[in-house]
């Protein structure tokens, strides 16, 4: 199975700050992968797919990059909506597994 | 606008099974695979498994292989998650998702997300 590792565990950040969040692969996954934002309580939501596609309807502050095994998000201005957390998952092959997560506060 | 909506809440005793339905509206049932992924409380996600209605196969994740059944009624556009031999463990809330795929050029159903989830359903497992 492939495992998916992302850091930080938990990152603390201002409003106007830009972060990034990295997600490793323990193995080759192509551009196999995509990001979510979970809230407290409400289910997952696409953020970016195939590493650097964003999904519909999407705030473009939100990219994404990288291929292989080093994967990346960044949120470039935060804003008060973005404080939760985030997840990376890849779509290489069965079992679909996910990072561990990053909850992303505010400072 | 396609929605995915799952039955209620659940209590459950260790050794027994759920099953846990998603009825999808909006769109055409049949042309989407859907997934199964659940969070243990305060923990992350995980994938149990799919269903691809169009090809009709099920896919699983080995950690619960010989647990989970995933089925699909076309006739109410709606698929089910039975996992047998509950245990504490198992408590959770179990989210169904679709694939968001396209074909290849060589025919092939590629997913690349999940784009539409369920509201999920909280699974307790108590004695």
């Known amino acids: 199975d492939i495992q998916m590792t992302q850091s930080p565990s938990t990152l603390s950040a201002s409003v106007g700050d830009r972060v990034t969040i990295t997600c490793r692969a323990s193995?080759?996954?192509?551009?196999?992968l995509a990001w979510y934002q979970q809230k407290p309580g409400k289910a997952p939501k696409l953020l970016i797919y195939?590493?650097?596609s964003l999904q519909s309807g999407v705030p473009s502050r939100f990219s994404g990059s990288g291929s292989g095994t080093e994967f990346t998000l960044t949120i470039s201005s935060l804003q008060p909506d973005d404080f939760a957390t985030y997840y990376c998952?890849?779509?290489?092959?069965?079992?679909?597994?996910f990072g561990q997560g990053t909850k992303l506060e505010i400072k | 606008q396609v929605q995915l909506v799952q039955s209620g809440a659940e209590v459950k005793k260790p050794g027994s099974s759920v099953k846990v339905s998603c009825k999808a509206s909006?769109?055409?049932?049949?042309?989407?695979?859907i997934s199964w992924v659940r969070q243990a409380p305060g923990q992350g996600l995980e994938w149990m498994g799919g269903?691809?209605?169009?090809?009709?196969?099920?896919d699983y994740a080995q950690n619960f292989q010989g647990r989970v059944t995933i089925i699909t009624d076309e006739s109410t556009s709606t698929v089910y998650m039975e996992l047998s031999s509950l245990r504490s463990e198992d408590t959770a809330i179990y989210y169904c998702?679709?694939?968001?795929?396209?074909?290849?050029?060589?025919?092939?159903?590629?997913?690349?997300?999940?784009?539409?989830w369920g509201q999920g359903t909280m699974v307790t497992v108590s004695s």
């Open positions: 909006g769109d055409t049932f049949s042309s989407y695979a």
């Open positions: 998952q890849q779509y290489n092959g069965y079992p679909y597994s």
């Open positions: 998702a679709r694939d968001f795929h396209y074909y290849d050029s060589d025919g092939n159903y590629v997913v690349v997300a999940f784009d539409i």
């Open positions: 195939k590493a650097s």
């Open positions: 269903i691809k209605s169009i090809f009709g196969t099920a």
């Open positions: 193995q080759s996954i192509s551009s196999w």
